[in-house]
């Protein structure tokens, strides 16, 4: 066990260990070298810092920061976002007020419904009717992102992915449009993902010479985990030595 201490008036957790007892541990090391946890952490500082003095809307703000380092566009769903849009719901405390605000969804951008942890543990104890136990007056408002194209995009973006996973899995040989691999790509055309499946895509059906173009707009944006970089890198190299075979 190891306790993490702060000078300052906030302790920044994403998901690697800080404390002197397990910072150094191999395990710990590689994940902050090859993962997306130190490239978060460097995020919510970043927001952290801008949104001084912090409030209850500053924080909800942080948690629905789709942005990379800087506010670049890192593409929705980036694992290196704050907010990767896949979190089942997110949470703010204030606790000197005693208050609590719980995300309805879809993940961090739907409304915050506030509620009071004093009420709850002692008005609404025994409560064996239905009732409205919320403060509606203390909710946090949707993120406009909610009612934008943009999630519209996003939404259709994950359909599309799902397809073609799918057809991936299933071992199916279907043939794609042209317009399908440009409509995946302007859902997200900040993410890494949207290229990588257009490359895997052409890369199994044996057209190297349209995967390589896609893989290496691929290798031009932000990829949360090495692993994944080094697999559409490994999937380049295979396409290259592909279209040099055809040559000879």
Not at 43 to 72: F, W
Not at 134 to 141: A, C, D, T, V
Request: net charge positive; glycine share 6%; charged share 30%.
């Amino acid at each position: 066990m190891a306790l993490v201490e702060s000078k300052d008036n906030y302790i920044v957790s994403t998901n690697h260990f800080r404390s002197p007892t397990f910072s150094k541990d191999p395990r710990n090391v590689k994940d902050i070298r090859e993962n997306a946890s130190l490239y978060r952490y460097k995020k919510m500082l970043e927001d952290i810092t801008e949104e001084q003095p912090l409030d209850v809307m500053g924080m909800a703000k942080i948690l629905r920061d789709r942005s990379g380092l800087n506010h670049a566009e890192i593409g929705m769903g980036n694992e290196k976002a704050v907010n990767q849009l896949i979190a089942h719901h997110s949470i703010i405390f204030e606790p000197e007020k005693r208050l609590v605000w719980v995300s309805d969804g879809p993940w961090q951008i739907g409304r915050y419904t506030c509620y009071d942890i004093v009420k709850i543990f002692h008005n609404f104890a025994g409560l064996k009717q239905r009732t409205e136990i919320s403060e509606p007056g203390q909710s946090i408002p949707p993120d406009i992102f909610l009612s934008s194209d943009g999630y519209t995009q996003f939404n259709r973006f994950r359909e599309m992915r799902k397809e073609l996973k799918k057809m991936s899995r299933s071992g199916e040989k279907t043939k794609l449009q042209r317009s399908f691999i440009r409509e995946l790509i302007g859902t997200n055309p900040d993410f890494f993902e949207v290229y990588s499946l257009a490359g895997d895509y052409f890369y199994s059906e044996n057209q190297p010479d349209s995967a390589v173009g896609y893989y290496r707009k691929a290798l031009g944006k932000v990829i949360p985990r090495q692993n994944e970089k080094q697999k559409i890198i490994e999937k380049l190299a295979d396409c290259i030595v592909q279209m040099k075979m055809k040559k000879l």
